[in-house]
């Protein structure tokens, strides 16, 4: 696994945890959760064991099966780190118990404090099948690490769907850039009633995001689960906690490639993707006649989607109240001789404070570790302009890793936090 494309997400072979979702009353569900289909090659009971937070000797992980495995077979740990094979299926492998047969462990010192990992009998053909059926999921691991997991089964992962549609969505094509630089591409649009038959009291917000079909539904999700977009907005509704708010969520780039982190990063091609993004896709989401003078107007993205985000604030004043920007890749060497680089520009470009509300945040774990120095280089330099603090929110949760289930289990409390500002407070 490797920086390939550079889309900032390469290492994140597994990516969902399934959740339990409450809806309000009254919503609509148009879909529901897929459930995980394996290959099995020998079942092996499992359950993902409590984790104690610290081991003094380094990183401690015992590994349970249901069945004895063949002697031939060996329990392997993989993932993120040199030391862990680079995602070679097969890394460092563990040591069977002598007294008991359905037990393997490990003891090991990492070089480096946080890793993604994942457990298989030596190749991506037989990778350990956790109970919760978190397949394509990669697990988080550091330094001090003590934990238990017990197996379902080895076997090749299929994809799985976790989540479901909430509300009411659209599919539609996004309009046509008048410059002819941006390829056509679908855009979900998304409202928390069906408004053909709702009259909505008071102002309704806007929320533009990258990476829309990442976004509201598992079915069209790159790894399948959503950030759970649609039933964050209506609990949040539902509690007072913000305004009515409508979703504009534009494809990223389907022509692979660099295209996806040339259209969101700094650059010539970035600036006709913001241009478009703002002249074109929200001029038109603005026509909407529920939406007014009085409506807020905010964007939310991840990754190099961040990047977006922080660039709209500071290249775009007065046309967003605020942004969120999860996991922002603003500084990054990418270990392949490329580096993706947004604070120098900004910094050309003299340093505009970001017009409107910022939320950044990042995780811990793989790429999130090797995003972290590029965000403390520019918390710095944000602290060294007129940038107001009370304007900016910076959150880390260490134990996260690059993917849409941290994401989505941030984006609640982020968005309630950017809809509490300005002149309309829930």
Known sequence: MGWSHLDLRAQNRCVRWHDSRTLPPGVQTLGRMKQLSWLNTSLVWLCLACQTPESPLGVHITVLTSEVLPMADTVFITGSSEELGGWNGRGIALARDASDAHSWSLDFQPKDSAFAYKITLGDWAHEAKLQEGMAFRDLGGWATMDTTLHVLSFGPAERVNDGQVSGFLHVVDAPVDPAGIIPSRKMWVWTPYDLKHTELAG??????????????????????????????????????????????????????????????????????????????????????????????????????????????????????????????????????????????PWRENGRPAPSGYLYMDNGGIGLEAQLQPGMDLLLKELGQTDYSVDHLKWVRDKKADHSEVAWRQRFPEAFAWLAGKGAWAP
């Open 203 to 344: 102002p309704v917000d806007l929320l533009l995001m990258s990476d829309g079909q990442n976004c509201i539904d598992p079915a069209t999700s790159t790894f399948g689960v959503d950030w759970a977009v649609d039933e964050a907005i209506l609990a949040l509704m539902q509690e007072g906690r913000i305004r009515p708010t409508l979703v504009v969520a534009l494809q990223c780039a389907t022509e692979g490639g660099d295209r996806r982190r040339l259209e969101y990063g700094p650059g010539e091609l970035g600036e006709a993707f913001t241009d478009y993004l703002v002249h074109t896709v929200l001029a038109q989401a603005m026509e909407n006649p529920i939406l007014s003078e009085e409506s807020h107007v905010y964007f939310a993205g991840s990754s190099m989607g961040g990047v977006l985000a922080f660039r709209l604030l500071t290249e775009y004043p007065g046309v967003f109240d605020g942004a969120l920007a999860f996991s922002p890749a603003v500084f990054v060497e990418t270990g392949n001789g490329l580096v993706v680089d947004a604070i120098g």
